[in-house]
């Protein structure tokens, strides 16, 4: 790591929707000292809700909608967490914030255990390699037993298991956790209450636990952590770092149990900013040129500004505020006057940022999902995708004197990645794919918040969408003449086709052998 550089931390948090990741990025939060009250972080208004959820929808539904960054400093390390939608309308959005991590904190709820997002979303990070610690959530309800979670992560995931923290009780009988590394017990002054005492059990051990809790819960745990600790792996921080294993902390982030011992053990054992793949080759993290790439753009952040910030995770150099980079994409450069860091709203210009930050660069609409920028290389960072949309639309506009409105919308969200949007070679009328129901509703929500826009949709008769390469532009030419009423174009002016089945995707992709029918288009 280059000598300007304090040491980074750069990690997102992956769960099932209702997990407890909103609860716990706000104790990590606490923890860091970067908020200090949990639960009741006053906005404008007196609303109380977290500090990573903050547009409207969201605040309406509950969910995590979009990916927020929060930087802050723990133990000398600067730490930048990286807050992904939870809803499993939104695994595109959520595969990109992936693409800027180097690690990840995945989410368990101790009553539920492996659900399928949170399968989705361990699957991108395999692909990537990205080590994971899981928490297992929600110990002070009743949930199932942790022996049958450790062997679910264990058999569905295929990792090895390192526990790390063991429950002592659950649910009304919850009293703590057990840090195995330090011989701690952790607890309350109130029964059933939040984490407020540490008990040093080094001199005692386990048996300690005998004197702290009931006969019955303390033979119990006793019994179970000689079990596990002969059962699972020792903690290996290589196999942590190659991916092959995951340390596990049972916890509750509501109360606060397990919430320190994961914030040390990130601070301890989580990876420095990794080498990013790019093409024509893998930029190291110790280079001293400037390099970087955007994960996400949020448009419209400050409500009094029709503003565009771009996230941009940087993979080498010391950036300097004022200084020129060039965007790779349309060979220009730019002067980033104004970088930001956030803690959700709040943001700040900062004067300078190493790799694993991520910045903020405001921008009109000049840059987009997927852009490299470097000082003067013409490098083009990899593996940022954008899927074909499953749920394909036509937009119909209640007022049709407000088209430039409605197209301005459009190409905004578009450039966020929240929605796709085609235009077709015959009729007006804008078609718009995404990934997930949901997504319509935001597309509705914001257009009326943001834009002052009423928008409806219309059923199409297609099921999906795939862009098209030919070598042969004569083959595509009459392969798109024949089909004129299912071709569309997307923003960057690549063919798109619209299939009415899975059946006819097939069909037509046999019957033209010439033609690539893609499903995933790489950005960059």
């Given at each position: 790591m280059s000598s300007h550089s304090k040491r980074r931390r750069t990690f997102a948090i992956i769960s099932h929707p209702d997990a407890g990741k909103t609860t716990l990025t706000?104790?990590?939060?606490?923890?860091?000292?970067?908020?200090?009250?949990?639960?009741?972080?006053?906005?404008?208004?007196?609303?109380?809700?977290?500090?990573?959820?903050?547009?409207?929808?969201?605040q309406d539904r509950g969910i995590s909608v979009t990916s927020s960054v929060m930087t802050f400093e723990y133990q000398g390390l600067i730490c930048n967490l990286l807050d992904t939608p939870g809803h499993e309308d939104f695994s595109e959005d959520t595969y990109r914030t992936l693409t800027a991590v180097d690690s990840a904190i995945m989410v368990i709820d101790a009553a539920k255990g492996i659900e399928q997002q949170t399968r989705k979303l361990f699957e991108v990070c395999r692909l990537r390699d990205i080590p994971i610690i899981t928490y297992i959530n929600k110990l002070d309800r009743e949930g199932r037993d942790a022996f049958e979670l450790l062997d679910e992560i264990q058999?569905?995931?295929?990792?090895?298991?390192?526990?790390?923290?063991?429950p002592?009780?659950?649910?009304?009988?919850?009293?703590?956790?057990?840090?195995?590394?330090?011989?701690?017990?952790?607890?309350?002054?109130?029964?059933?209450?939040?984490?407020?005492?540490t008990v040093d059990c080094k001199d005692t051990g386990l048996a300690g636990l005998g004197e702290l809790v009931s006969e019955n819960i303390a033979s119990t745990?006793?019994?179970?952590?000689?079990?596990?600790?002969?059962?699972?792996?020792?903690?290996?921080?290589?196999?942590?770092?190659?991916?092959?294993?995951?340390?596990?902390?049972?916890?509750?982030?509501?109360?606060?149990?397990?919430?320190?011992?994961?914030?040390?053990?990130?601070?301890?054992?989580?990876?420095?900013?990794?080498?990013?793949?790019?093409e024509p080759r893998t930029v190291q993290p110790e280079e001293d040129k400037v390099t970087g790439f955007v994960f996400k753009v949020?448009?419209?952040?400050?409500?009094?500004?029709?503003?565009?910030?771009?996230f941009m995770r940087l993979c080498s150099g010391h950036f300097r505020r004022g200084m020129k980079i060039k965007q790779v994409r349309t060979g220009k450069d730019l002067m980033v006057h104004s970088p930001i860091m956030f803690l959700a709203q709040d943001r700040e210009i900062v004067a300078d940022a190493a790799p694993g930050d991520v910045i903020g660069i405001p921008n009109h609409g000049t840059v987009r999902v997927g852009d490299t920028f470097s000082e003067g290389e013409d490098l083009r960072f990899t593996g940022i995708p954008v899927?074909?949309?499953?749920?394909?639309?036509?937009?119909?506009?209640?007022d049709t004197t407000r088209i430039k409105q409605l197209r301005g919308a459009l190409e905004d969200l578009a450039e966020e990645g929240l929605i796709q949007v085609f235009k077709p070679s015959l009729g007006a009328n804008w078609v718009v794919g995404v990934v997930?129901?949901?997504?319509?509703?935001?597309?509705?929500?914001?257009?009326r918040n943001e834009y002052r826009i009423e928008i409806d949709f219309e059923g199409l008769p297609y099921e999906l969408a795939c862009w098209l390469r030919c070598e042969d532009h004569k083959v595509l030419e009459t392969f798109m003449t024949g089909q004129r009423n299912a071709i569309v174009t997307d923003r960057d002016g690549d063919p798109v086709f619209l299939a009415k089945s899975e059946w006819e995707y097939n069909y037509l992709k046999d019957k033209n052998p010439d033609i690539h029918f893609l499903k995933v288009k790489e950005l960059g």
């Open positions: 706000e104790k990590l939060l606490l923890a860091g000292g970067a908020i200090h009250m949990a639960g009741a972080v006053k906005t404008r208004g007196d609303q109380r809700r977290a500090r990573s959820d903050w547009m409207k929808i969201e058999e569905t995931l295929t990792l090895d298991i390192a526990p790390m923290v063991w002592i009780g659950m649910g009304t009988d919850f009293r703590g956790c057990y840090d195995l590394s330090r011989d701690e017990f952790l607890t309350s002054d109130v029964s059933g209450g939040a984490f407020n005492k745990a006793i019994e179970n952590i000689e079990l596990a600790r002969e059962a699972y792996s020792d903690f290996d921080a290589e196999a942590y770092q190659a991916g092959y294993l995951t340390p596990v902390i049972f916890g509750s982030a509501l109360k606060g149990y397990g919430v320190k011992s994961l914030i040390d053990l990130i601070a301890a054992e989580a990876p420095d900013p990794r080498p990013s793949p790019a949020q448009a419209n952040m400050d409500k009094n500004h029709r503003d565009r910030v771009a899927f074909a949309p499953e749920i394909l639309r036509r937009v119909r506009l209640g997930g129901v949901l997504q319509l509703d935001v597309l509705k929500d914001r257009a």
